[in-house]
């Protein structure tokens, strides 16, 4: 993306809405994401810390008037600089605690779908951790309220509530903008680490309301994280004209500050994943924004058993089609109709089958047996389907390849050569030869037998016919030379008596003499 778009929309008097243009960019990507969200009162500079998150300057709006410019939540999809095949997914959000703004309501939502959507979190406000901070952070204290994690409610829900944040929530970064004092305590050094843990403990005279944003970030959130940054510049001109400012014009501390912040994202922000362990995709993203902002909109608190539940729903029949198109796919590429054999079609099927069995468990998640079941049995059907078809294609083949071989026989037949006396043997003759051929011809598959056995069935009662013909000419031919022997005989009888009358004549004449 060149550019960040709104997720998710919070436009004035109306419910958060789905940016459809926003999730259908977000579902394309199948690559897993690493969600980075940010979270914090309005005009802190939280747009500002993202965009340098980013590598830009420019991206995500920046402010610069004492109103909120950031509305609903805005995300920027960009290659991840550290992690290979991975998107960095930035979720910028718009500022909590705004006085101007007509439903402070959707405050505790956005923060709650912040914690959601993301694998990390990070908290940005000004100056220090102090009581007044923790104060400002009112909206972590309403987790349990905005976010259910089991559909059906246990007799220790709060209990197991918590528990189950620990192992759903995102890690957790606080981000302390313009700090300004010296990270000692007790007079000695310590790290920005040391310093929110310092912060997060309970003290001793409070009464546990003052301290209850501490306990849940502590009970909620086990990875936490903590940075410091200078003021980026001096005067208020260069900070309303921030995102113009070259590097140069900051104040090396804040940019080096910046910088080591940006390095531990790339390298320590994890994929997203969900309950099971699945890595989220960005088309998983895209459904579960879509799940849990639908709950709020119907006014239930989005529940992550249950967008895990649909989720995998969705998933799932989508890796059933996406493994059968595996199949077809390696299917064309390996396997040409007919095949000789049996044999050798269940060997491009098996193989076929493994690989789409591969891609179905390397997408599908939190199933039960059932879609592997209607995989199997959608794999099972293909192969009946392939029998059937490889079948058909050997007979086809084959009785094309017959009518080609036998079309001048038949037509010999059809013109009457073979109606003489020996025109059997001529015919079987030429037969034997075609019939060398097809033995000869490649590629006719299993049904080669079958459909000559049926070729040359029908062919019988031509073969009949000429055998029939060829032995009714042959006996006429007998019969007439026995006709012939007998009149040629008869004509040399008649010759014979001929002659003797003649020499019996002139012996008359001669005695007479």
Known sequence: MKKPICLIENKLNEPLKINQKALQLLQDIQQPVVVVAIVGLYRTGKSYLMNKLAGKNKGFSLGT???ANTTGIWMWCLPHPQKRDHTLVLLDTEGLGDVEKSNTEND???FALSVLLSSTLVYNSMGIIDQGALDKLQYVTELTKCIKVKATPT???KKDASDDFLRFFPAFIWAVRDFCLGLEHNGHPISTDEYLEIALRRKKDNPEKLDLAKKCIRQYFPSRKCFVFDRPTITREELQNLENLSESKLLPSFVKEVDIFRQYIYKNAEA???QGGHVVTGT?????AVSYVDSIRSGTVPCIENAVLALAQIENSAAVQEAIKRYEDRKERLLKLPTETVEELLKVHSRCEKEAIKVFMARSFNDKGQYQKQLRMKLESKLKDLCSRNTQASLDRCQALLTQLFQDLEMKIASGIYAVP???????KDQKEQLEKYHRAPGKGLMASRALKDYLKYQEAAAQSILKADRNLTQKE????????RAQAAEQEAELQRKLKEEALKMAEEKKK
């Not at 998983?284 to 579960?288: A, D, K, S, V």
């Open 284 to 288: 998983l993203l895209g459904n579960l």
């Open 478 to 485: 007998k019969e007439a030379e026995v006709e012939r022997v």
């Open 272 to 274: 997203k994943v969900i």
């Open 422 to 428: 020996g025109g059997y043997q001529h015919f079987l």
């Open 65 to 67: 008037t004492i109103q």
């Open 108 to 110: 505790t939502w956005i």
């Open 155 to 157: 007799e220790n829900s």
